[in-house]
């Protein structure tokens, strides 16, 4: 079956402008999370959706970065302003919920966001 | 809170002779481990995760990793390695409090097997 996909995978924008990045995660998968993965770092949490609901936001380094999940299934993240610092790789994950704590959390491609 | 240490940045082994790459966690509750690859322009594909039982748990690809409740550690381990081996490893863990938390990551290591 069809993985965790993410659009675009590649994102180019100038210093203050905005962007979204967009996750579509496993059909079903009621858990979505955002990560971000900066060079020769490991992946650092940004948020985690509960269904519609985000269930922990406190990785969110700053009110310029936003995520909904609306319907409770794709995932958009908004990164308002965007600052030099804010390149890096942003990874989605989904899990199912009957997987609790001790579920693998699957992950996209990435999309990687470069600001000039 | 938890954290993760990948004592190496980079590891290299020659094929066929077996791999270990080191990982030690701290969390204050019971840990949930658990090891990805990642590969070039890839997304991080699951290997194995440790929950509870037997200390040795065996992954995909031949990977397995040992629970070490004493030292803190999950090594990740391999008897022969392949030339297709070489990528970027991470450990995370989670502690065992209740819904579907987030993981916490190693910075990585970079594996390279040379033939």
């Known amino acids: 079956g069809a993985g965790v996909s993410q659009t675009p995978s590649n994102k180019v924008t100038e210093k203050g402008k905005y962007v979204e990045l967009r996750c579509d995660p496993i059909?079903?998968?009621?858990?979505l999370y955002w990560y971000r993965q900066s060079l020769g770092q490991g992946p650092e949490f940004l948020i985690y959706f509960q269904g519609t609901g985000a269930a922990d936001d406190s990785g969110l380094p700053n009110d310029r970065f936003f995520a909904v999940r609306p319907e409770g299934s794709v995932s958009t993240l908004k990164i308002q302003r965007t600052e030099r610092g804010d390149s890096a790789v942003y990874l989605c994950?989904?899990?199912?919920?009957?997987?609790?704590?001790?579920?693998?959390?699957?992950f996209g491609p990435g999309t990687r966001l470069t600001v000039l | 809170a938890q954290s993760v240490a990948q004592p190496e940045d980079q590891v290299n082994v020659a094929e066929g002779n077996p791999l270990t790459v080191k990982c030690t966690y701290s969390?204050?509750?019971?840990?949930?481990l658990f090891w990805y690859v990642q590969y070039p322009n890839r997304g991080l594909q699951f290997l194995l995760k440790?929950?509870?039982?037997?200390?040795l748990v065996k992954g995909s690809y031949g990977f397995e990793a040992e629970f070490n409740k004493s030292q803190t550690s999950f090594h990740l381990k391999k008897p022969s390695a392949l030339v297709s081996d070489s990528a970027l490893y991470f450990c995370a863990v989670r502690d065992d409090g209740s819904g579907n938390t987030p993981l916490v990551f190693g910075k990585g290591t970079r594996l390279s097997v040379i033939a």
């Open positions: 059909s079903g998968h009621t858990a």
């Open positions: 994950a989904s899990s199912p919920m009957t997987s609790g704590a001790l579920g693998e959390q699957f």
């Open positions: 440790y929950i509870t039982g037997d200390n």
């Open positions: 969390v204050s509750g019971n840990p949930y």
